[in-house]
């Protein structure tokens, strides 16, 4: 990370972070409600970007109770006094039940507790009736202040000066329950937005005894603890079980995970995502007026939006309502078009078309988390669109040598959680091989390729679409699914298996943090993978809590090394203990892992020693993360969808045939939407050289880093903010959205 490094380009219409101050402002944070992986993460975000800003933060423990009760549960908050809790799950500031705030004389008390700090800006981190309760707080606040006025608790100048509160909410839940946000398989799966119809104890027990026909011995059947079935009857998990038992026979055992799923290390996602709302939190309250409405910061795609926060409660609010009233679909609908996908996703086997069209499916480039739930999702959301799905072996290269064959719904049972590619994957790309390619798509009779992998996927197609004037066969719907660690993939902010390797980046930060825990002080130099693309080590860094990141595509010199081992040592002389500096491998073919580790441990000799490590392919493996299971899961099945469409589109005089660009295409995330974009048309957008795109969206995420590493910079926010409004879903309104 390059302390002098040039800021963005200013323009006109750009508001930069210089130009909002906090000086004079106190902000206070505090969680409420159920505690929740990332809290912490969102309480470190505010409370140095608050500092950053020239504010004072405060605490506020225990929640709403705290804020009550007052005394020492409101304390100013330092910089150090967030250090090392990035990786720590939970609250540390504590979270608890209020039943006093919901009373006026409670919330009386908390605002006396407020005003006596000067706080009129509060950062709440909790679930919808914690944010519903800070919205009530600032309705409440000028009639508060008089009352405390007329009680003589405080001075009618004070009321003047403090006369408007602004709150800013983070949903921090981990029931994902909040409308307006996105984010917060098995063989069946309950849940209360969608009740099973009538018989559906019948149809899961034929299920069963399929799957045990088809030798899988193993079922999950999830349900959620409000599952309830179309007549509201409460569906159980000791009712399945003993339904079971006595249909089948079959040996059945219920787990009941509880609080389980609280604890625990917050993944890199979870950090991620937290620092950006805190930050964004900080921001909002910056900009707030008196007349600005409480708004909550939430996650919508890849970008963190303000939304206003009643609307968003009336929305969550809206749900319930819906299934109180059996308008199961409207409540789908309202929760999210994660919730929508999902129950596309989890279609049964029994529901089919029938088509004529041969699909392929092929994994290309290097292993990556994930691949194997997205070719899983694509076989079986084929075989219900009614295609024959075939299975390439080693990428491009088996393809030429004819190792294709059918794969049926039973052959992908399991896949969902297991690393690596069980299809096997090669980096050889088709250009030599173009003839004997084409050769077994006329054997087989391959009517659309579905490929999933990195950027040989990428030029792979390119080289595919640009043949179709040679080979006719290549005149069929093709599109790529990115599905690579590196994130290098132009045309997708997003690739299946980057989460998984972040978060092996990140757990690997932890231990080996851990290791100095109680020795004198210490800084880790970590080598990341991604050949020239630095998202790894970026957004690594951020969830890791880097004091220094180096990558391709922020250059530096000595001088900005030099800058970096002065910065880290004047921190390492207060009561910071540990140092972190992450390296992306082709950063700088001169300034190598060794040489950085030697610099710094050179001109870092008297305050702290260092150590290096060299992170290499183990982040590649192990099992894919959440996030990748559900996102491979989720493309594959579009692509499918798509497929399908372009199939029955090109279909004509008996034959499919496709050679518009815009049968070629990749899919995306790309903001807030998931977009097929021509690969022809991303070739401008590409450095072919370094495997890179042109522009990375995740560049914007360094500034960030660099703040809450201590560095002064700019922060360009032209992005983030602007309030928006939530749409709503009409209960007519069977419009799907671009986006997953």
Known sequence: MAATAAAPKRQDTKKFFENLSGSGKSIAVLTSGGDAQGMNAAVRAVVRMGIYVGAKVYFIHEGYQGMVDGGDNIKEATWESVSSMLQVGGTVIGSARCKEFRTHEGRLKAALNLVQRSITNLCVIGGDGSLTGANLFREEWSELLSELVQQGSISEEAARTHSSLHIVGMVGSIDNDFCGTDMTIADWVFIPEMPPEDGWEDSMCQKLSENRADKKRLNIIIVAEG?????????????????????????????????????????????????????????????????????????????????????????????????????????VRLRGRYISFFCFAVVTSEIFHFSNFNVAVLNVGAPAAGMNAAVRSAVRVGITEGHKMFAVSDGFEGFYKGQIKEIKWGDVGGWTGQGGSLLGTKRTLPGKHLEKIAEQMRIHNINALLVIGGFEAYVGLLELSAARDKYSEFCVPMVMVPATVSNNIPGSDLSIGSDTALNAITDTCDRIKQSASGTKRRVFIIETMGGYCGYLATV?????????????????????????????????????????????????????TDFIYQLYSEEGHGVFDCRKNILGHMQQGGAPSPFDRNFGTKVAAKAIQWISQTLKESYKGGRVFANSEDTACLLGMRRRAMVFQPVSQLRDETDFVHRIPKEQWWLKLRPLMKILAKYKTSYDVSDAGQLEHVTRIRPKDTKTTSAI
């Open 227 to 331: 599952a309830i079935d179309s007549h509201n009857k409460a569906i159980t998990p000791d009712y399945i079980k003993d339904l079971v038992v006595r249909c089948l026979g079959f040996d059945t055992r219920v787990t009941i995970l509880g609080h389980v799923q609280r604890g625990g290390t917050p993944s890199a996602f979870d950090r991620i995502l937290a620092s950006r709302m805190g930050v964004e939190a900080v921001l909002a309250l910056l900009e707030a007026s008196p007349t600005t409405p409480a708004c909550v910061v939430s996650l919508v795609g890849n970008q963190a939006v303000r939304l206003p926060l009643m609307e968003c409660v009336q929305m969550t609010q809206e749900v319930q309502k819906a299934m109180d009233e059996k308008k199961f679909e409207d409540a």
């Open 540 to 592: 690594g860094g951020l969830a890791a809590g880097a004091d220094a990141v180096y990558i391709y595509e922020e250059p530096f010199d000595i001088r900005d090394l030099q800058a970096n081992v002065e910065h880290l040592t004047q921190k390492m002389k207060t009561s910071i203990q540990r140092g972190l500096v992450l390296r992306n491998e082709s950063c700088n073919e001169n300034f190598t």
